[in-house]
């Protein structure tokens, strides 16, 4: 399949990239470089500095390269700033999203993969997280991803578009080869945070909040490995062969580990101590997030294959190892 993949130098999309081009599909990347990285993608897939709000520009390229797919990673992912910047977050992550399907209609592409994210479920009253637990987002970043979901649905229904919506929960890891991996410019993600504490990169990691009602009292989170779930999002092509079709999933390992856990995982696989410090907790954090992901794995035949956390921090550890400040073109 010709495949754009919007947002394709972004930390996510780039590993579907080599993934798409791994299982023999022809990706093409679509970014605008404001996240995303140049180097994270191979010179021989065909590049696209565009927004994906441009309308008449992305249609152009639907139509030129007989674009049969589109995955979509292109969003505003900063939940605290999203609370601060409602606008801009509904402005991108809505409103530009609404600008690519009407490009998507406009060439007849009929075939669309969503990144959507457990903060959709806000703070579920029952763990794991099935793909029918209420949705009650309770930050701007995940109502902007539910409002997505429902505009698909609606897509769905009139039959102009099928789609594939997947709910991330905490997306980590880098390429098993060392080539591409995470690097956000700020970062706040754990795993990396940790890793660059323990080599020194920065000071102390701050574990924000101890007094969660979990065993060891920080937040439980369920880490899914980037090329786990690349490989969910190829896994759900044939299902999107009918019209009239919205599908979601969960994908997580459905393991809950604790921050204190992932910082022994770090210190093990990296064999340096990581330093650490008590802090108040983060706002708008929920205590515990995990998947049930009972329905990926028997409608996609999709298993995750890094479900010990040792294994997932390894890749981070390889990457970093490989690329200590990440892909060298932006200041954190
Ligand atoms: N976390 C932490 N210190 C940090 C960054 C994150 O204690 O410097 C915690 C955070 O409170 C959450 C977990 O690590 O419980 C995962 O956070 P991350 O930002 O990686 O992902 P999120 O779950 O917020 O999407």
């Not at 639907?62 to 601060?84: C, R, W």
């Not at 698909?152 to 919506?165: F, Q, R």
């Not at 690349?230 to 896994?235: K, L, P």
Request: aromatic share 8%; glycine share 8%.
């Amino acid at each position: 399949m010709n495949v754009l993949v919007v947002g394709g130098a972004g930390y996510i999309g780039s590993h579907c990239v080599k993934q798409l081009q791994a299982a023999g599909h022809r990706a093409l990347v679509l970014d605008n470089l404001v996240f995303g990285h140049r180097s994270a993608i191979s010179d021989d897939v065909t590049f696209y500095n565009e927004d994906l709000g441009n309308r008449s520009a992305v249609a152009k390229i639907l139509l030129e390269e007989k674009i049969d797919l589109v995955m979509h990673f292109a969003a505003f992912a900063y939940v605290g700033e999203s609370v601060t910047d409602p606008l801009k977050y509904y402005e991108n992550n809505v409103g530009n999203t609404i600008q690519l399907l009407l490009a998507m209609t406009d060439a007849g592409v009929k075939k669309f993969v969503f990144s959507s994210t457990c903060a959709t479920y806000g703070e579920p009253d029952e763990l794991p997280i099935v793909e029918d637990t209420p949705q009650s987002p309770i930050n701007p970043y995940g109502t902007t991803k539910l409002h997505v979901e429902h505009i698909l649905k609606d897509l769905a229904h009139t039959g102009e578009i099928s789609s594939a919506v997947f709910r991330y929960f905490n997306a980590s890891g880098a390429a098993e080869d060392g080539s591409i991996g995470e690097d956000h410019a700020p970062e706040t993600h754990l795993i990396p945070l940790a890793i660059a504490a323990a080599t020194g990169q920065r000071g102390a990691l701050k574990i924000f909040g101890t007094d969660y009602p979990t065993p060891d009292g920080t937040c439980l989170r369920d880490y899914i490995h980037v090329d786990d779930l690349a490989r969910a999002h190829i896994s759900v092509f044939d299902q999107l062969a009918e019209p009239n079709k919205f599908v979601d999933y969960n994908l997580g390992t459905g393991k809950p580990t604790s921050v204190r856990e992932i910082l022994d995982a770090v210190e093990k696989v990296s064999g340096l101590p990581v330093p650490a410090e008590e802090a108040a907790r983060r706002e708008g954090d929920p205590p515990s997030l995990y998947a049930d992901n009972t329905k990926a794995r028997t409608e996609l035949g999709w298993e995750p294959q890094y479900m010990d956390i040792e294994s997932n921090i390894a890749t981070a550890w390889k990457w970093h190892q490989s690329h200590p400040d990440g892909y060298g073109d932006t200041q954190d």
